[in-house]
Structure formats: structure tokens, C-alpha cells
């Protein structure tokens, strides 16, 4: 519990963007941040046409016989967007979509046609989602070392059988986890504001 910050926020007509870049974010249920490039995905309104599934999959079956042709693998490893595992933090104007299928999933399904590997996040990070370590920071737009870490581990898992020496490293042998309170990202700096004035409970290694 601390004093409440109050911040008054309004359009800055004059932001530099060559500076700042043109990062634009929304803040959801218990302060979590999501930048409106994920909203596309989460309302459905991106889904690609029978012929750009067509086209994805055919650019994809050059890259996988071209790696097949020098010994290689070619292996997708999708980072879901925070929308995707707090689904409750999804600001309310943007509706999740009602439709059988997202961009996302057309991916999936082209690049397993394709005949690569496919290694899907989902599942994984929602049996963690409660976890003592956030997977994600709120007022950052990248993942905590923990979710990278549970990502880290299930693609390690799936090579250490042909290269052994890649077994994923094991929290509290090899690596430890800690929460520390910190300054605001890159999604309070996007308003703005500075980062001191907003502060988070993050993860490290």
C-alpha cells in the first residue's frame, strides 16, 4: 500500500518522434500495459485470406527444404503476447474475437504444412500465469527472465535430445529468481511520464 499518485495525462500535439518513437499503448485491468500492435490479433481483425495462407505456406516450404537441403531444422518458437495469457487485463474497447481462428493460429497450422516445428507457448504459460514470478512486466513491454526462462526451457527440452550438452539449466541449482521493485518501462516513458513516478514489482535472474 503507498500514498495514491495522481497523474493528469492529455494529448502532447508537440512529442518528438524521432525521439520517442510512435509506441502507442493501453493500460488494462491491474495496470497492465499492452501496446496496440497485439489488438489486431486479440479482435481478429488481421485473419489472412485463403490466398495468403497459401502464400505463407508455400514461402515457408522454401525455407524448411532449403535449411533440410544443409542439415538443418527450421524451428518457431512464438512468444504470446501478454493479451493472450491475462485475457482479463484486455481493456474493454477492445473485444476479443468470436472467430474460429486468429492470425496467429494461421501461422501455426501454415508452418506445420510447411513441414517445420512449431513449439506453442499458450498452455505452458497459463499453467504458470499464477506463479510467484510474473511472466511479464505491467509497465514494460518485454517479458520478465522468468517467462523467457519457461520459453528457454520448453525449446531446450525439445533439442537436448539430439545435443545433449543444451539441457536447459535448473532454477535454484543453476539459476535463482527474485522480485525487486524498480522503475516503470517503456510503456510509462511512451506517455511521457517519468518512470520514478510509477513503479512495479519486477522479476530478475
Given at each position: 500500500?503507498?500514498?495514491?499518485?495522481?497523474?493528469?495525462?492529455?494529448?502532447?500535439?508537440?512529442?518528438?518522434?524521432?525521439?520517442?518513437?510512435?509506441?502507442?499503448?493501453?493500460?488494462?485491468?491491474?495496470?497492465?500495459?499492452?501496446?496496440?500492435?497485439?489488438?489486431?490479433?486479440?479482435?481478429?481483425?488481421?485473419?489472412?485470406?485463403?490466398?495468403?495462407?497459401?502464400?505463407?505456406?508455400?514461402?515457408?516450404?522454401e525455407r524448411?527444404?532449403?535449411?533440410?537441403?544443409?542439415?538443418?531444422?527450421?524451428?518457431?518458437?512464438?512468444?504470446?503476447?501478454?493479451?493472450?495469457?491475462?485475457?482479463?487485463?484486455?481493456?474493454?474497447?477492445?473485444?476479443?474475437?468470436?472467430?474460429?481462428?486468429?492470425?496467429?493460429?494461421?501461422?501455426?497450422?501454415?508452418?506445420?504444412?510447411?513441414?517445420?516445428?512449431?513449439?506453442?507457448?499458450?498452455?505452458?504459460?497459463?499453467?504458470?500465469?499464477?506463479?510467484?514470478?510474473?511472466?511479464?512486466n505491467k509497465?514494460?513491454?518485454?517479458?520478465?527472465?522468468?517467462?523467457?526462462?519457461?520459453?528457454?526451457?520448453?525449446?531446450?527440452?525439445?533439442?537436448?535430445?539430439?545435443?545433449?550438452?543444451?539441457?536447459?539449466?535448473?532454477?535454484?541449482?543453476?539459476?535463482?529468481?527474485?522480485?525487486?521493485?524498480?522503475?516503470?518501462?517503456?510503456?510509462?516513458?511512451?506517455?511521457?511520464?517519468?518512470?520514478?513516478?510509477?513503479?512495479?514489482?519486477?522479476?530478475?535472474?
Open positions: 500500500e503507498s500514498d495514491p499518485i495522481i497523474v493528469t495525462t492529455q494529448p502532447n500535439y508537440a512529442l518528438d518522434f524521432e525521439k520517442y518513437g510512435v509506441y502507442r499503448s493501453a493500460l488494462g485491468d491491474n495496470m497492465q500495459g499492452h501496446y496496440y500492435g497485439q489488438f489486431d490479433d486479440w479482435m481478429g481483425t488481421n485473419i489472412l485470406t485463403d490466398k495468403q495462407v497459401e502464400g505463407l505456406t508455400s514461402r515457408l516450404t524448411v527444404d532449403f535449411l533440410a537441403e544443409n542439415g538443418c531444422e527450421l524451428i518457431y518458437l512464438i512468444v504470446p503476447n501478454p493479451i493472450a495469457i491475462y485475457p482479463e487485463t484486455a481493456p474493454i474497447r477492445y473485444p476479443k474475437s468470436t472467430a474460429d481462428t486468429s492470425r496467429t493460429e494461421q501461422f501455426y497450422a501454415a508452418a506445420r504444412e510447411a513441414g517445420a516445428t512449431v513449439i506453442e507457448l499458450e498452455d505452458l504459460l497459463w499453467e504458470h500465469r499464477e506463479d510467484e514470478f510474473k511472466i511479464y509497465l514494460d513491454s518485454h517479458w520478465t527472465p522468468y517467462g523467457t526462462y519457461l520459453a528457454y526451457d520448453a525449446l531446450m527440452d525439445y533439442i537436448a535430445p539430439d545435443w545433449p550438452e543444451l539441457a536447459p539449466v535448473v532454477p535454484g541449482e543453476d539459476v535463482e529468481f527474485y522480485n525487486e521493485v524498480v522503475n516503470g518501462g517503456d510503456i510509462v516513458t511512451a506517455y511521457d511520464l517519468d518512470s520514478h513516478l510509477i513503479q512495479e514489482n519486477a522479476t530478475f535472474v
